[in-house]
């Protein structure tokens, strides 16, 4: 069986990615970085979703000598010309300080109408193989903001985005729901006939 590493560490994210695998028929070993913790965690200093994902997919199947799939992703508001963007973990100076990075953007939001409030989540998924080759896919889940944050389900921006077609947050619905209608699922759900081509 092939085995196919997940750059991430977030157990949420590998079940997600199995399941889709799976779901297509595909019959591989999937693990997250953790399986290699002599592996340090690549910075991300692409200037693109797509950058960061080739990065760190590419950094693991070097380091492993295995095909390894990364995402990068965030937030893209209309009127901050698509920032946070790269910068959306790290928006309020602090990586991963999700209370700290919601309050600053809507504090920046304060004063925008509703009409104006459209934004959003972008991911890209890259599979990179040991041999240097390498495929970009991504996924969009398009939205408005909310002018104060609802739900305790998700994280980062999740409580503020209420998508397209919806009358809840990203965080008032389920992880199915979620997966079914985001950026990461659809993303991930594009991967499917890419790692097919390449790991048969």
Not at 21 to 42: C, I, K, N, Q, S
Not at 169 to 180: S, V, W
Request: charged share 20%.
């Amino acid at each position: 069986m092939t085995r196919l590493i997940l750059a991430t560490r977030n157990a949420g994210k590998i079940t997600e990615l199995h399941a889709i695998l799976a779901d297509a028929g595909l019959d591989l070993e999937l693990v997250g970085a953790d399986a290699y913790p002599e592996v340090p965690d690549v910075k991300e200093t692409g200037v693109t979703f797509a950058e960061n994902a080739l990065l760190k997919a590419h950094a693991l199947a070097r380091a492993t000598g295995l095909p390894a799939v990364a995402d990068d992703s965030g937030l893209c508001v209309d009127v901050l010309n698509g920032a946070p963007g790269i910068f959306s973990a790290r928006w309020s100076g602090t990586h991963g300080d999700d209370r700290a990075n919601l309050d600053l953007l809507l504090a920046q939001l304060s004063d925008i109408a509703d009409e104006h409030r459209g934004a959003h989540f972008a991911c890209a998924a890259a599979l990179a193989l040991p041999d240097g080759t390498e495929r970009v896919v991504e996924g969009t889940m398009p939205g408005t903001l909310r002018h104060a944050p609802v739900g305790t389900n998700g994280f980062g921006y999740d409580p503020i985005l209420q998508p397209e077609g919806h009358d809840v947050t990203c965080a008032e619905l389920t992880p199915a729901q979620k997966n079914a209608i985001s950026h990461r699922g659809k993303a991930f759900r594009a991967l499917v006939p890419v790692v097919r081509e390449l790991l048969g």
